[in-house]
């Protein structure tokens, strides 16, 4: 969820007809040309879907601390190298290790069957034998914070939030609150256990979305799962005959100490300023019932194949193109704040950046968070990535995406790169999260837009605004 | 598949023109306006989806023979009685009992991953620990059937064989033909595990369809499983690296004894032949994963709500309505071939008859096997059914459905209602069978198709030529 930053609005409204001051940042003619000719090249380039192919079919899964998380970092780094990057590295990144051994739950009364579920990301399990409760159900979480505790206390809450389908896939904000913040709001009323109807956009498939809860290791959790939707739609029938309902889950999962995986980096490094960096990336880890191909073998297969075009060009761009296969989003941002932490006081060198994390649909609208005196170059990237669909709105900030977010909050300057999310929620976090859901098109579309404004930053006249705290007031981030 | 039939295509131009002779069977025209009335009351008439939502919520999925089989009789029983009908009963089927404990599968070598499978019903279990063997793939049934032996022997067997969307769900007989035969010819040619790509039409979900394999108690049977869509692709991209490609197989299921449960028959009884009886029904059983709505809860629901229908009219039809809920369909049409065995010799007193297995998609199509004296009363049926969309096809003959097919074998005079089956392959045989993928009001235009003919065969005067050994060659039956 993003307010509209009204400062920026202003002046991007000044700007609009394109008029530079002396003072401003631009791209030079010869920079626009070759990123003209980089996006219209990536549309012709498999090399992303090659790379989300080769991670999704070689290592598959890859929870955070998990037996393939050291794979995944190995393949990374093998794949950097293989597409001739000039540097590859890993920084270290530590969180607590949760582990999936098993998980299953059903109705028990009045009629029994099987629910399918799945245990969230920092659920506990359930005692040996499960959790039988009886059910207390919610339609919003509004409800549930609003219930009375003794009507709550030792029961299974339920909350069967239904995620409405949009482009740009706000609904996710209520839906992923439904996961997070319901499962704290149920502990605290002293619940025993936390059921909710899936987050995703899908109606009928017996697959369920994880993705983590607001628990944080030492504080009170209980077992939390979310059922499918059709699955969701049967309590609700069952439910609906006014009888007590039931529930038993049994869920063999948790906390189980600490892990240091890492952030693994790629760079194309820059002939003039190799220490000023454009920054892209995605996140390396992903769910377990999936093989992370929409999330977020994707974005890291934009982000290298964008850079692997430019390391391909005759010679390096001025500035560092940097591809950063972020640990550990899915569990908390734990790979981007290690990032954050470590280069906060590297803000500045940090030109222009985000990340690409909502799958493998079309990007279709751009906004930038960027001194006033960028908004000129802002224009520049907007116009060479207007023919690829993107329409560029000077009323919203840039996030910087959901690990270089991290990085946008410490003051860099940031892009905001919204992709076409309709169909995205509909597989997010489940098993359905695999290659067959990209579409090759829609992902060298991705390309283009990444390897032009990568390219076109790299090369600026002057820069964009990074600086210790810049961007506070934003509003991109709530 | 069904071979068109010539001789009835003849006959039925002959009497296209609708004359009829005094010889020939009619409907009364007092019936006919009676079936219109069923037929649009029908449309605006909810039993059937509130029995399909009863069965499907309150019983859920109904393995043969499983822990759920006896809760489905009773229910079935109960339902019966609640609706009215005036005489409920249950006649005995006996069948192998076929149990599913586990089933886990994943690809060892070169690349580890899971994979979504599930067991096939009659397939043995893999030894302890699981059975672990390199793979041999084939695209079609005819690639296996050719191959040489010594390249089988002691593999996986792998068949790729992709099912194509159809409206008439047609490239199902190809599709059940990989599973069964193919693994009948697997295990012949001395494989140790047999795989297939999910007979169905959905390319997307993590979701495997289960489903009998052509392994009968006593005969040579090996493990045999069906990998999820996207699962085949994942396995079929690793074969594609060219390097020998190992997959576990982990299945506890078998075949235990022999299990004795029972069709459930209701009946509105004829008040003026009250032995001959128009035949309908469905089958009681479904597979485990879902919780059987469309497969065969829909055709449950049709034919009790058709009878419900006519059974509210002011007087009893002139022959009985027999609505069959008929055991263990899933695993070799046990109910049907006890209850065919147990009425052969009452054949001519089964006026007309199918029972509904496609699903809850629109009748769109009818075909019958009649006497030629009968096609007029057909065609007066047909009439009445063609403001539903329903066409009559006279070139093609009559089946009866996959159960009361048994009794057309013997001799019954049976019609056919082919319903759209576009969808029906995404979701048969798997856990996403529940009642979501039911649209209400289609599902009632097929409660409105079987009231009003159901009705008229009920009142005709004349028969249909059900006779001991009737309609041997009219190709219904290949």
Known sequence: MRRPALALLTTSLLLAGGFANAADTGIPATAVKTAEQLRDKALHDDTAYQVVK????????????GPNDQRARDWAVAKFKALGFDKVYTEPATYPLWV???????????FPQQLVLTALGYSPGTPKGGLTAQV???????????????????????????????????????????????????????????????????????????GVTGFRPGGKA?????????????????????????????????????YTGANVIGEITGKKYPDQVVAIGGHLDSWDPGTGAIDDGAGIAISMAAAKLIHDLPQRPDRT??????????????GARAYADKHAKEVANFMLGTDSDLGAGKVYRMSASVKPEA????QQIADVLKPLGVAYDATRPGGGGSD???????????????????W???????????????????????????????????????????????????????
């Open 54 to 65: 080769s991670l999704t079919t070689e290592v598959g899964p890859r929870l955070a601390g």
């Open 100 to 110: 999936r051994h098993h998980e299953s739950g059903s109705i028990v009364a009045p």
């Open 136 to 210: 207390v159900a919610f339609d919003s979480l509004a409800a549930l914070k609003a219930a009375d505790p003794a009507t709550i206390k030792g029961k299974i809450v339920y909350v069967g939030y239904r995620m409405q389908r949009h482009q740009d896939g706000h609904d996710y904000g209520m839906g992923s609150a439904v996961r997070t913040a319901g499962a704290v709001v149920a502990a605290d009323k002293g619940a025993a256990g936390y059921l909710l109807r899936s987050a995703g956009t899908d109606a009928h498939e017996r697959i369920a979305h994880t």
């Open 222 to 258: 209980i077992p939390a799962a979310a059922l499918s939707n059709p699955d969701a739609d049967q309590l609700e029938r069952v439910l609906a005959y006014g009888k007590p309902v039931t529930v038993k889950l049994d869920l063999d999962c948790g906390i189980v100490g600490e």
């Open 321 to 334: 193109i940097r591809v950063i296969a972020f640990a550990n989003e899915e569990m908390g941002l734990w």
């Open 375 to 378: 908004r000129h170059a802002i």
């Open 404 to 422: 270089l977010g991290s990085m946008h909050a410490k003051g860099m300057a940031a892009l905001t790169l919204d992709q076409d999310a309709t």
């Open 424 to 478: 995205y929620f509909d597989w997010h976090h489940t098993s359905n999260d695999t290659l067959d859901k990209i579409d090759p098109r829609e992902l060298a579309q991705n390309v283009a837009v990444y390897a032009a404004w990568t390219y076109m930053a790299a090369e600026a006249d002057g820069d964009f605004g990074s600086a210790p705290g810049a961007f506070a007031g934003d509003g991109a981030e709530d």
